[in-house]
């Protein structure tokens, strides 16, 4: 499509935004559906954010995601989060422009339930989950797990302290979910987990080792790596050798993409599964 007078603009606003995968997936896709839009990557310095905002609401940008470092201070500057699920997380990364009025969501949850689900068939509902990590996208897993009705997480991080703040905040915002901190690994095969989440960044370097020797359960478990770039890390091959389901994180990527898109465009169909094919192939092993 030429871009003329009538494009729609969107983008990611960030810092750093260099290498961000959105780009590419939301132009490929607004290039194949012929919507009149481009998606750029605004690189924002940190103390810039609400010129950034007043930007937005002045150029009439029709939406954003949001990324690091700025998914928790972005709320300051927005008019209303409409979901009470992304209220309690704390933190969004897509904004919606309708008529000048700023909407912020968090699709990253919602995104990584969806590939649990297409991936690796698995409700979480009711079941027993061990979560690696203890980051802002292991905050997103917790928080996803809770509100899709977990029955336990189990909560393991280098340092225990960030692990506690987490478990804390959980505890105060899903007080039905029962959270626990494990002090380490030892004792894991007790605790019956049926699916084993890595969401350290333990395994995107070469010659990281893995965040968990997977011999420690003895029986069968689901395992998802959140890390998609190398696509097959020391974990995630200890799972495929064990024959156990596992998944990396192109699908999660994906997914929270495709819900941003829909929120901006209303276009779903087939969406997810154009912007994994079009992740796929620019990510090697
Ligand atoms: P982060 O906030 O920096 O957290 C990093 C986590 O990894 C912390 O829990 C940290 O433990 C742990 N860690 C780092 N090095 C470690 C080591 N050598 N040994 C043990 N633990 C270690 O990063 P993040 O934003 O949560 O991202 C984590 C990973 O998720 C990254 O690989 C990122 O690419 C991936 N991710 C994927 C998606 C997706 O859509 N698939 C979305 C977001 C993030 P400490 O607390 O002890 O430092």
Not at 18 to 27: G, R, V
Not at 91 to 97: D, E, M, S, W
Not at 248 to 275: C, D, I, P, Y
């Amino acid at each position: 499509m030429a871009i003329n007078a009538e494009t729609h603009l969107y983008g990611i606003i960030g810092n750093p935004v260099n290498h961000s995968l959105s780009p590419l997936i939301h132009n490929t896709l607004f290039q194949r559906l012929k919507i009149n839009a481009v998606y750029m990557a605004f690189e924002v310095e940190k103390n810039s954010l609400g010129l950034a905002f007043e930007a937005m609401r002045a150029l009439g940008l029709r939406g954003v995601n949001i990324t690091i470092p700025f998914k928790e201070t972005a709320i300051n500057f927005i008019d209303e989060i409409p979901e009470n699920v992304d209220r309690r997380v704390g933190a969004i990364n897509t904004i919606v422009n309708r008529d000048g009025q700023l909407y912020g969501y968090n699709t990253d949850g919602t995104g990584f339930l969806i590939a649990l689900k297409e991936e690796l068939s698995f409700n979480p509902q009711g079941k027993k989950i061990l979560v690696l990590g203890a980051g802002g996208a292991a905050r997103a897993v917790v928080f996803a797990l809770a509100r899709a009705h977990a029955d336990r997480i189990m909560i393991y991080n280098r340092t225990q302290e960030r692990a506690k703040g987490l478990s804390d905040y959980v505890a105060e915002h899903f007080p039905e979910t029962g959270i626990e901190v494990l002090e380490n690994l030892e004792m894991i095969s007790t605790k019956k987990p049926t699916l084993v989440i890595n969401a350290t960044s333990l395994g995107m370097k070469t010659g990281d080792k893995s965040p968990m020797d997977l011999h420690r359960l003895n029986h069968s478990v689901s395992v998802y790596d959140l890390i998609y770039s190398p696509n097959e890390t020391p974990f995630l091959k200890q799972a495929k050798a064990l024959h156990w389901p596992y998944a990396n994180g192109l699908g999660m990527l994906a997914a929270q993409a495709a819900v941003s898109f829909e929120l901006w465009t209303g276009e779903k169909t087939g969406v997810r599964e154009a912007m994994h094919e079009v992740l796929k192939k620019c990510i090697t092993s």
